[in-house]
């Protein structure tokens, strides 16, 4: 909805202000996230599947990661996943308007969090990993979702655009996101 009232705020020819459907940025943003998620792992010695044939032969790349992560019990390869792929990940969106594309990548990367913390935790008996400790207390503190939402919006997800409202909207409709995922309406905060 905030999509459409930002399509209708600004004058389109002059901007150059369309709306691109949901399809279109899911596409975009899991066959360019989920590669770089594999590449990255690939350059850095991990076993992780090619990336390219599972684009050229359209398979279901999202599935393709949420295997990968489930069957890997290599404690370092998915540390280093989550710790040296994730969370310094940069998504930038040079023509962000109402922030469909960041929109999208939030709903790809999400799942990719939850999956990696998931495996992680059940290393945290194994693993005497002072990082891997901190992790799993602060993840108890919080609501899960709540926490990894907060995370990707805050450091994942980057946005410019030539009309300063449009980052606003694009603020909002990711705050909006973060909101949803609250447990108890009573723990709302301040939005960042």
């Not at 691109?20 to 350059?43: G, H, M, Q, V």
């Not at 290599?74 to 308007?97: N, Q, R």
């Amino acid at each position: 909805m905030l999509g459409y009232i930002f399509e209708k705020y600004i004058n389109q020819k002059e901007l150059g202000a369309y709306y691109t459907k949901e399809d279109i940025t899911d596409y975009i943003a899991r066959n360019t996230i989920i590669p770089f998620i594999f590449d990255k792992l690939r350059s850095n010695g991990h076993k992780a599947p090619d990336p390219n044939p599972l684009i050229t032969d359209n398979k279901d790349i999202k599935q393709a990661i949420a295997d990968y992560i489930e069957n890997t019990n290599d404690y370092s390869t998915l540390k280093f996943l989550y710790k040296e792929i994730l969370l310094p990940m940069s998504v930038l969106d040079p023509a962000v308007g109402s922030g469909a594309f960041l929109f999208a990548a939030l709903n790809i990367l999400l799942p990719v969090y939850q999956k990696s913390i998931f495996k992680l935790k059940q290393f945290r008996k194994k693993e005497k990993d002072e990082w891997l400790q901190k992790l799993c207390s602060t993840l108890e503190q919080h609501s899960e979702e709540y926490y990894l939402t907060k995370q990707i919006i805050l450091n994942n997800l980057f946005g410019v655009d030539i009309v300063e409202e449009a980052t606003e909207i694009c603020k909002l409709r990711l705050f909006l996101q973060l909101a949803s995922h609250l447990p108890d309406i009573q723990a709302i905060e301040p939005l960042p």
